[in-house]
């Protein structure tokens, strides 16, 4: 199985600050890598898809980079609405793992 | 609007089984591969399984192997986890999930509110 990393498992931070979570695969994966945003009680919903394609709807201060075994989620500016544990997950193959996730609380 | 709708959980003794579905609206379920993800209290993501559009090929997950099993019925558009066998450690939220292949590279782009499943001993 490709196993998912991310790091860090949490993190605090300001409002309007530039935050970064890293996701690094077992194997390469080409860009087969999503991001997804959990709050508490709460379905996962779909971030970044494909590694840097953002799905529509979700606010252009979240993006998405990297390729092969290493990749981030950038959010560009912190709002108080994005407090939630976010994961990353590949579908390069079976079974479609992922992360442990990232739980980020506001400062 | 495009929805996922799960239904079927509750509390359910060691041992037993139960089955748990999926209702899909809003869009041509026939053409989607689906999954099922599973979520215990307080923990991370798990894939679970994953069906075909058509239902003719089916995965899952090693912790689920040979207990578990995924069906769908496409003129009803409905999703089914089938649990025998069921432990304490498949006590989760189970949600049902549309994999979007094409440019979404099977991404998990609508998911369902989820169903609790209990088991007890």
């Known amino acids: 199985d490709i196993q998912m990393t991310q790091s860090p498992s949490s993190l605090s931070a300001s409002i309007g600050d530039r935050v970064s979570i890293t996701c690094r695969a077992s194997q390469t994966i080409s860009n087969y890598l999503h991001w997804y945003q959990q709050k508490p009680g709460k379905a996962p919903e779909l971030l970044i898809y494909?590694?840097?394609s953002l799905q529509s709807g979700v606010p252009a201060r979240f993006s998405g980079s990297g390729f092969g075994t290493d990749f981030t989620l950038t959010i560009s500016s912190l709002q108080p609405e994005d407090s939630a544990t976010y994961y990353c997950?590949?579908?390069?193959?079976?079974?479609?793992?992922f992360g442990q996730g990232t739980k980020l609380e506001i400062k | 609007q495009v929805q996922l709708v799960e239904s079927g959980g509750g509390v359910v003794q060691s041992g037993r089984s139960l089955r748990v579905s999926c209702a899909a609206s809003?869009?041509?379920?026939?053409?989607?591969?689906m999954h099922w993800v599973r979520q215990a209290p307080g923990k991370g993501l798990e894939w679970v399984s994953v069906i075909s559009h058509d239902g003719g090929t089916k995965f899952y997950a090693d912790s689920v192997k040979g207990r578990f099993t995924i069906s769908r019925d496409n003129s009803e558009n409905t999703l089914y986890l089938q649990m025998n066998s069921l432990r304490a450690d498949d006590t989760a939220v189970y949600y049902c999930a549309r994999g979007n292949t094409g440019n979404y590279l099977d991404a998990f782009d609508i998911w369902g509110q989820g169903t609790m499943v209990t088991v007890s001993s």
């Open positions: 809003g869009f041509t379920f026939r053409n989607y591969v």
């Open positions: 494909a590694a840097s």
């Open positions: 997950q590949q579908t390069y193959k079976a079974p479609r793992t």
